[in-house]
C-alpha cells in the first residue's frame, strides 16, 4: 500500500510504501476510493492538536469499498461502500458510552490521529464505525459528508430549530450544511473573512439570505450562529448578532484564544456551546439527511500524492468548498 505519512508536525507528509494490512478482531481493511481534506488534517499537521501519535497517517473523511473482515467480525460484506469518520473506536463502558454520549468517550481513538487514517490506498477501521453507503455512487462526493457534514449535523442539532442560522467560516462544512437548512425550509447567514468574496458569492449561489463579512452585523438577529472558523474573536461577534435566548455553537475542535468580551453580550439568557466529535447516531441521521435532501458538495480533486498541496491550498483559504484526495 501507498500513504502519506506525518513524522513530524509543522513538516511535509512523505510518500511511503508499506506492506499490506491485515485487519484484526472487529475490524475491516478497506481500498480507499477517495478521502477528505478536513481543517482538523491542519491541525494534526500542525501540531495543534496534543493527543497526535507519531508517525501517523492523517485523514479521517474516508469513502472505501470493503476488500477484507478480521477474524470474527460480522459486518458489510466485501465489496460494500462504507464511510468513515473522526472517532475510530470507543471504548464502550465508560459512563458517557453507557449513557448515549459516546463522543464524549473517556478512552477513544481518532482516525487520522491517533490511528492511521485515510491519506492512502488502504485503511484498517473499526466496523463499528464504518458507515454503509448506499445511494452515493461517487465517493469523491461522499468523502466530506463524513466529517464537513457529520460534525455540520451535530452542530445544528445542538443549534436548535430556529428559522435563522448564522454560518460563521463559509468552508467545507458549512457549504454542505448551508444545503441542509435551506432543504429544511430554514434561512442561513453566511460570515466568511472580511473581503472574501468567492466564499459570500458560492454561500448566495446555495440560497444564503445574506452573505457578508464576519465583521458586518447581519441586516437581522439570528436564533442561533455556528462557528466554524477556528477563531476565537468570532465568539462575541456571534453573540451580537443572536437574538435573546439565542445560541452560539463552536464547532471545530480547535480555537484560537477567545478574547474578553462584556457579560451584556451573554445577557439575556444567550448560551454558548462547543460540540466535541459525534456519535453513531449522529452519522446514521445524517447520513439518512444527505441521502433525502440530494447534498452535492463542490469538490477540488487531489492525487494521493499532492496531499501537501491540498493542504497547503486549504491553509490558503484557495479552496471553495472541499478538497478530496484520489489514491487511484
Not at 484564544?257 to 456551546?273: G, N
Request: with cysteine; aromatic share 6%.
Amino acid at each position: 500500500m501507498r500513504a502519506m505519512v506525518l513524522h513530524e508536525t509543522r513538516r511535509p507528509l512523505i510518500l511511503e510504501e508499506r506492506p499490506n494490512l491485515i485487519p484484526g478482531k472487529g475490524e475491516l481493511r478497506l481500498r480507499v476510493l477517495a478521502c477528505a481534506v478536513c481543517r482538523t488534517d491542519l491541525h494534526v499537521v500542525d501540531g495543534e492538536l496534543p493527543q497526535v501519535t507519531l508517525p501517523i497517517i492523517p485523514g479521517h473523511e474516508i469513502v472505501g469499498v470493503v476488500e477484507a473482515l478480521g477474524p470474527e467480525t460480522t459486518g458489510p460484506e466485501v465489496g460494500t461502500q462504507v464511510g468513515v469518520g473522526w472517532v475510530g473506536r470507543t471504548c464502550g463502558v465508560c459512563e458517557y458510552c453507557v449513557s448515549d454520549r459516546e463522543n464524549l468517550c473517556d478512552l477513544p481513538t481518532f482516525t487520522g490521529c491517533t490511528r492511521d487514517g485515510g491519506f492512502a490506498t488502504h485503511v484498517v477501521v473499526d466496523v463499528r464505525y464504518a458507515y454503509p453507503l448506499d445511494g452515493f455512487p461517487d465517493p469523491t462526493l461522499a468523502a466530506p459528508l463524513m466529517c464537513a457534514g457529520l460534525i455540520g449535523w451535530r452542530c445544528l442539532r445542538m443549534a436548535g430549530p430556529g428559522e435563522r442560522v448564522g454560518l460563521y467560516g463559509f468552508g467545507a462544512a458549512a457549504h454542505i450544511l448551508a444545503q441542509v437548512i435551506r432543504w429544511q425550509g430554514r434561512q442561513f447567514f453566511a460570515f466568511s473573512r472580511p473581503g472574501d468574496h468567492a466564499a459570500q458569492d458560492m454561500a448566495r449561489s446555495l440560497g444564503a439570505t445574506w452573505a457578508g463579512g464576519a465583521d458586518e452585523p447581519p441586516p437581522v438577529q439570528l436564533d442561533a450562529a455556528i462557528i466554524f472558523a477556528p477563531v476565537g474573536d468570532l465568539v462575541p461577534a456571534a453573540l451580537r448578532a443572536v437574538r435573546k435566548g439565542g445560541r452560539v455553537v463552536c464547532g471545530g475542535i480547535y480555537m484560537s484564544d477567545i478574547s474578553a468580551f462584556p457579560y451584556r453580550l451573554l445577557w439575556e439568557e444567550r448560551s454558548l456551546v462547543s460540540v466535541a466529535n459525534l456519535t453513531r447516531r449522529d452519522g446514521r441521521e445524517f447520513i439518512d439527511v444527505a441521502r433525502q435532501a440530494q447534498i452535492v458538495p463542490r469538490i477540488v480533486t487531489y492525487e494521493l500524492a499532492d496531499a501537501n498541496r491540498a493542504l497547503s491550498d486549504l491553509r490558503s483559504g484557495k479552496i471553495q468548498g472541499a478538497a478530496v484526495l484520489v489514491p487511484e
